[in-house]
């Protein structure tokens, strides 16, 4: 138990800043409800630890031989921006002129990329670490051999670098880059590798400790107990499988950066404690004049030192460059983008224009998984949606284009689907609807899929109204007034889109139009109606030529009368009317008689 305590005591700084360190971690949970120790949460927040930590790892040799870079900032910028330039400004033409035939796009390790591309992050890579030995060549050099001491150096350099930040982009943001260089910083190792790698890592950590018993032993060394070494083992395989199991596989799997870091950081524990540069650190930190005069050259060792920073910092970039892109969203006219930060909804940006927002901010977007382009998204409603009917297309490019949403007018064009009247009588009905996103918030949280949730809402509206009215009117026995779907377009348009615009309204939905493109009975009863409709019209007919001869035959009887050209009795009037009437009316032409005697 003592030796607990006074190991507490003299360890008394590392254990206050952990204890500091869980104490943020509880106040932070609590401020989040939970949302802090949630898998993503902690997977982005390894991410850039593990940024900060490839910068520590090679700031240690730089620390242990009494110097400083505080550069280091601005190299990596420095380096960032020299690659996004070569990337957006220099590499397409040139390797478009140079490989033409590597254009075309292609999947490179899962990622849409093409040769070309490949081809430019691999440049991009070699350009940054020329880069980067450059700076360290430089630092070294006037640290090293020119006795200039290494706080005026490296201060100079975060000025000049950061200048040169500003000179290389012109004050303005060069984006984007090649999605494979994205894929180096942003990406992640699939769930099943990390696992196969967490049980390496377990195996090796329990390997590494017993083999360092031994040799302990072999060379005559003092040794800790082996539950004491067992237990060290057992606390870092512990935290292994807690980031693997939990935090990574826990989201998207162990993240690029990560992998990178603990490459390096195995890298430079070897070259540190295994090797003849890695002592003679130690040795010019722990005595410069003794190192000297034991015949080492100490200026070579300082300078290799920053060449190692330069190195480290070009390992950054690729980390942290992609890390930075990502929160670079440049808008059209007419999109917009929905940001959720850790699963809350921060804000929507929907004027054109260049932003940057918060790395960890994500656009969300429902709709972006649920087909590529608008044609299968059309063809997943229609098919899906109404059981393979197949009478439904989308039109208007509905694009579900990464994670924007399209503030544009877009058109749902129903071609054909069966639905009763107010009589029964089955008809067919098409409807065309114009409609925008008009609030984004709604449209990607209050329903699923507000493309589809319009699709949908449209077909169940169109089914309501249509049962309000009859097809026609003026049959069986409507008054001619009453509104009708044939006769009544405009005002039956009118109440379809504020049927439609209620149903979408919770979805941020606004309808600009509906209206009825395609009206027609239904096949199986199409032959009767029409039959039904001719004979309307033959009585409609045969009414306007009786009323037509009647009226004929009372303004002659008026006239004979009024002229007193000829008296008749009402036998003779009545005859005359009845061979007027069988003139008039008749289908054929009359065939006129001469009557040369009398007519008594």
């Not at 769930?191 to 049980?199: E, S, T």
């Not at 980390?319 to 440049?330: D, E, M, R, T």
Request: hydrophobic share 50%; net charge neutral.
């Amino acid at each position: 138990m003592s030796k607990i305590v006074d190991s507490l005591h003299a360890n008394f700084r590392t254990y206050s800043m952990v204890i500091a360190l869980v104490v943020i971690w509880i106040l932070f949970s609590i401020l989040t409800n939970g949302v802090f120790f949630e898998p993503r949460n902690l997977s982005n927040l390894v991410r850039q630890t593990s940024l900060i930590a490839i910068l520590a790892i090679g700031m240690v040799p730089v620390i242990v031989t009494g110097n400083i870079d505080l550069s280091i900032g601005s190299v990596v910028g420095f380096i960032s921006i020299i690659v996004a330039y070569c990337q957006y400004f220099i590499f397409p033409g040139f390797l478009s002129g140079l490989f033409p035939s590597f254009e075309a796009q292609t999947t490179f390790l899962g990622i849409s990329t093409s040769m070309n591309g490949v081809i430019s992050t691999i440049l991009s890579i070699i350009v940054a670490l020329f880069v980067g030995l450059l700076v360290g060549i430089w630092h070294g050099t006037l640290i090293a051999y020119l006795k200039i001491p290494a706080f005026i150096v490296t201060l100079g350099g975060y000025l000049a670098f950061r200048g040169g930040v500003l000179l290389v982009s012109g004050g303005r943001t060069i984006s984007p880059v090649e999605n494979t260089l994205v894929e180096i910083g942003q990406g992640y190792i699939p769930k099943d590798i990390g696992m196969i790698l967490a049980i390496l890592v377990v195996i090796s950590v329990f390997a590494f400790i017993l083999w360092g018993r031994g040799q302990k032993f072999k060379y005559g060394f003092e040794r800790y107990s082996i539950t004491k070494d067992l237990f060290k083992a057992s606390l870092i395989s512990a935290i292994v499988l807690f980031y693997v199991l939990y935090i990574a596989n826990g989201y998207e799997g162990i993240q690029n950066p990560v992998l990178l870091m603990v490459i390096i950081l195995m890298i430079f524990t070897y070259l540190t404690n295994n090797t003849r540069f890695g002592r003679y650190i130690y040795a010019y930190g722990g005595n410069r004049e003794a190192t000297r005069l034991s015949g080492i050259n100490t200026s070579f060792i300082i300078f290799k030192v920053y060449i190692l920073m330069g190195i480290l910092c070009m390992s950054v970039l690729t980390v942290v460059g992609p890390f930075l892109f990502k929160g670079l969203k440049i808008l059209n006219p007419n999109e917009a983008i929905v940001l959720t930060l850790f699963g809350r909804y921060i804000g929507s940006i929907k004027e054109p224009g260049f932003y940057y927002v918060n790395p960890f901010a994500s656009a969300f977007n429902p709709t972006a998984g649920s087909a590529v382009d608008a044609e299968a998204l059309a063809s997943a409603l229609s098919g899906t949606a109404r059981g393979g009917s197949g009478n439904k297309k989308e039109t208007g490019k509905p694009t579900v284009k990464g994670k924007r949403i399209s503030l544009k007018a877009m058109t749902l064009n129903n071609a054909k689907q069966k639905v009763n009247d107010v009589l029964g009588n089955p008809i067919d009905i098409g409807v065309v609807v114009i409609w925008k996103v008009q609030d984004t918030a709604k449209a990607v949280f209050n329903v699923d899929n507000y493309l589809e949730f319009v699709s949908v809402q449209t077909d169940s509206a169109l089914r309501n109204v249509a049962r309000l009215y009859p097809y026609d009117v003026g049959m069986d026995g409507n008054d001619g007034d009453e509104m009708s779907l044939r006769g009544s377009s405009q005002a039956v348009s009118k109440k379809l889109e504020e049927e439609i615009q209620e149903r979408v309204a919770n979805a941020g939905i606004h309808v600009l139009e509906a209206r009825i493109t395609h009206l027609a009975y239904a096949q199986e009863i199409a032959a009767a109606m029409l039959q039904r409709q001719q004979a309307s019209a033959i009585i409609d007919a045969r009414k306007m030529i009786v009323e037509g001869a009647v009226g004929m035959v009372e303004m002659a009887l008026e006239m004979l009368s009024e002229k007193e050209m000829v008296t008749l009795d009402e036998e003779r009037k009545a005859a005359m009317v009845s061979n007027l009437l069988v003139v008039l009316c008749g289908n054929k032409d009359a065939q006129p008689i001469v009557n040369s005697g009398s007519i008594y």
